[in-house]
């Protein structure tokens, strides 16, 4: 961490001004190991709002913004202006923000979806390689550590065989047609700014990717999906779908994704299950991985203790019984992608070529998965190969 704190990311944002839950946590996790300092913004579709907010953030008035293509513009031109910058808009406009800070040579975090197709997705990947340039999309749920000692016990053998894959994100917080009175939810149920699924790529995208950190070596071969608008005003967007997957070694995987469990907080939980022991994550309770070997009682690892692989302990911050959350979670992932910006900056420290975060290819997986459910549903709710 020496050269990262001697010489910190020049950072930028879009979007994430006065009143986003999800800007305020962009910028405690980006500053959180003073990996990033922040320095311009183009925080609001309002100038005159986001120049204000930038102003509260303590920024130079001269480098609050009125708009993306003017921050870019402008940051280019200075000696000390932004090299990374993070994406905290509508869905709609992720694909045009993306490219343009890939094209003005800047490192990219990204909200998910990372555009609406895989097309965009290809665009934005070729673009990024070829600029030398970061992509990172913000599945922060992945920071957190039991995660890295899921990936570790599959990989050393302690779960056998991988069979079954079960996966739910399925809160209930829009049970009802809260987006009558409630404009952050509301774009999300419309096409123009949502895209072409609602909680497929909203929720669903979540465990898709967690899944991936910890079965890296499964491939989908096909799968079925079927989606609902049970709030009837949300059609075509679905607001409920269940999928059902095959991947390539014969083990077969399940998910669930809703807005409209009544009842539920958040509702994501993984449970892996393979030949010899399953193991169970859930996010309301982040700290703890169940871990159940058929003929032994159950048990339940903690996070922080010398018990679990080393890769589980990497991002320790403070002893085992201390409970981390949602921030350190976050925070862990922009470490990371600070790692990762810093290696084309030949500033990262040795030995952390194997960290994982979710990178430009999280993010056109994603998209990938989202097109071929709708592709399914549409299609009745059919097997399709995946492509």
Same mark, same amino acid.
């Given at each position: 961490?020496?050269?990262?704190?001697?010489?910190?990311?020049?950072?930028?944002?879009?979007?994430?001004?006065?009143?986003?839950?999800?800007?305020?946590?962009?910028?405690?996790?980006?500053?959180? *190991?003073?990996?990033?300092?922040?320095?311009?913004? %183009?925080?609001?579709?309002?100038? /005159?709002? &986001? +120049? !204000?907010? $930038?102003?509260?953030?303590?920024? *130079?008035?001269?480098?609050?913004?009125?708009?993306? %293509?003017?921050?870019?513009?402008? /940051?280019? &031109? +200075? !000696?000390? $202006?932004?090299?990374?910058?993070?994406?905290?808009?509508?869905?709609?406009?992720?694909? %045009?923000?993306?490219?343009?800070?890939?094209?003005?040579?800047?490192?990219?975090?990204?909200?998910?979806?990372?555009?609406?197709?895989?097309?965009?997705?290809?665009?934005?990947?070729?673009?990024?390689?070829?600029?030398?340039?970061?992509?990172?999309?913000?599945?922060?749920?992945?920071?957190?550590?039991?995660?890295?000692?899921?990936?570790?016990?599959?990989?050393?053998?302690?779960?056998?065989?991988?069979?079954?894959?079960?996966?739910?994100?399925?809160?209930?917080?829009?049970?009802?047609?809260?987006?009558?009175?409630?404009?952050?939810?509301?774009?999300?149920?419309?096409?123009?700014?949502?895209?072409?699924?609602?909680?497929?790529?909203?929720?669903?995208?979540?465990?898709?990717?967690?899944?991936?950190?910890?079965?890296?070596?499964?491939?989908?071969?096909?799968?079925?999906?079927?989606?609902?608008?049970?709030?009837?005003?949300?059609?075509?967007?679905?607001?409920?779908?269940?999928?059902?997957?095959?991947?390539?070694?014969?083990?077969?995987?399940?998910?669930?994704?809703?807005?409209?469990?009544?009842?539920?907080?958040?509702?994501?939980?993984?449970?892996?299950?393979?030949?010899?022991?399953?193991?169970?994550?859930?996010?309301?309770?982040?700290?703890?991985?169940?871990?159940?070997?058929?003929?032994?009682?159950?048990?339940?690892?903690?996070?922080?203790?010398?018990?679990?692989?080393?890769?589980?302990?990497?991002?320790?911050?403070?002893?085992?019984?201390?409970?981390?959350?949602?921030?350190?979670?976050?925070?862990?992932?922009?470490?990371?992608?600070?790692?990762?910006?810093?290696?084309?900056?030949?500033?990262?420290?040795?030995?952390?070529?194997?960290?994982?975060?979710?990178?430009?290819?999280?993010?056109?997986?994603?998209?990938?998965?989202?097109?071929?459910?709708?592709?399914?549903?549409?299609?009745?709710?059919?097997?399709?190969?995946?492509?």
């Amino acid at each position: 961490m020496t050269n990262n704190r001697k010489k910190p990311i020049r950072w930028g944002m879009v979007g994430g001004g006065k009143g986003s839950q999800i800007g305020y946590i962009h910028r405690s996790a980006a500053h959180r *190991d003073d990996v990033f300092v922040l320095v311009a913004g %183009a925080f609001d579709i309002d100038p /005159e709002r &986001g +120049r !204000a907010f $930038g102003l509260d953030l303590g920024l *130079d008035e001269a480098r609050s913004y009125p708009d993306y %293509a003017t921050m870019f513009a402008a /940051e280019a &031109g +200075r !000696a000390d $202006g932004i090299e990374a910058v993070s994406i905290a808009t509508p869905n709609n406009t992720h694909f %045009a923000i993306c490219k343009a800070a890939l094209e003005h040579d800047l490192h990219v975090i990204c909200e998910k979806p990372l555009c609406f197709t895989i097309a965009e997705a290809e665009e934005l990947k070729t673009l990024s390689q070829a600029r030398g340039r970061i992509v990172g999309v913000t599945y922060g749920y992945a920071g957190h550590q039991m995660i890295e000692q899921a990936r570790a016990m599959v990989r050393n053998g302690d779960l056998g065989e991988i069979r079954i894959v079960n996966l739910q994100f399925a809160h209930g917080f829009h049970s009802a047609a809260v987006e009558e009175q409630n404009p952050s939810t509301r774009w999300r149920v419309d096409p123009k700014f949502a895209g072409p699924s609602y909680v497929l790529g909203d929720v669903g995208t979540h465990p898709l990717y967690i899944a991936k950190v910890i079965l890296p070596h499964l491939k989908i071969r096909r799968l079925l999906c079927t989606r609902q608008s049970f709030v009837k005003s949300r059609a075509p967007l679905e607001d409920n779908a269940v999928t059902l997957m095959e991947y390539d070694n014969g083990a077969i995987a399940t998910i669930w994704s809703s807005a409209v469990n009544a009842g539920s907080m958040h509702g994501q939980k993984i449970r892996i299950v393979g030949s010899k022991a399953s193991i169970e994550w859930w996010d309301e309770r982040p700290n703890q991985l169940s871990y159940e070997i058929q003929g032994e009682p159950a048990r339940i690892l903690e996070r922080g203790m010398d018990y679990l692989y080393p890769e589980a302990r990497i991002d320790d911050r403070i002893g085992g019984g201390h409970p981390e959350g949602l921030f350190e979670a976050w925070a862990n992932l922009y470490r990371r992608f600070g790692f990762a910006i810093n290696r084309e900056r030949g500033l990262a420290p040795a030995g952390i070529e194997d960290l994982v975060f979710p990178d430009v290819d999280a993010g056109l997986e994603g998209v990938r998965w989202v097109e071929n459910c709708v592709r399914s549903a549409d299609a009745g709710g059919i097997w399709l190969d995946y492509r």
